[in-house]
């Protein structure tokens, strides 16, 4: 499967953003795809995730309430939700997807990803 990222941007705090995240390629119901992101400096953080098929979603602590992780199968496409931002949200976002569990913290376990998005927030 191949994946392809984008709707990044500058928006200022407190603003909505949605990113999307365009699959391509044999895609399994067994699937699972994520969102990372990766502030300067620091290591690539889970952000959300979800099945392909399913309900169940996950999120990081630090967005729980604000992102939201939708799919529309349609168009094989996975979008992350995210209200009320904050300047500490402003990173490079990544998709990405594994064959298994979306409860997969760890970005080295995740096989498949996207090229990233920036994401800024900022007055």
């Known amino acids: 499967v191949q994946l392809q990222a984008f709707g990044g941007g500058l928006v200022l705090p407190g603003g909505s953003l949605r990113l999307s995240c365009a699959a391509s390629?044999?895609?399994?119901?067994?699937?699972?795809m994520g969102w990372f992101r990766q502030a300067p400096g620091k290591e690539h953080e889970f952000v959300a995730g979800r099945r392909w098929t399913g309900d169940n979603t996950y999120y990081a602590d630090s967005v729980k309430g604000r992102f939201t992780v939708s799919r529309d199968n349609a168009k094989s496409t996975v979008y992350l939700e995210m209200n009320s931002l904050k300047p500490e949200d402003t990173a490079v976002y990544y998709c990405?997807?594994?064959?298994?569990?979306?409860?997969?913290?760890?970005?080295?376990?995740?096989?498949?990803w996207g090229q990233g998005t920036q994401v800024t927030v900022s007055s």
């Open positions: 990405a997807a594994r064959y298994g569990s979306p409860k997969v913290y760890e970005y080295k376990n995740w096989g498949r």
């Open positions: 390629g044999r895609i399994l119901s067994s699937y699972s």
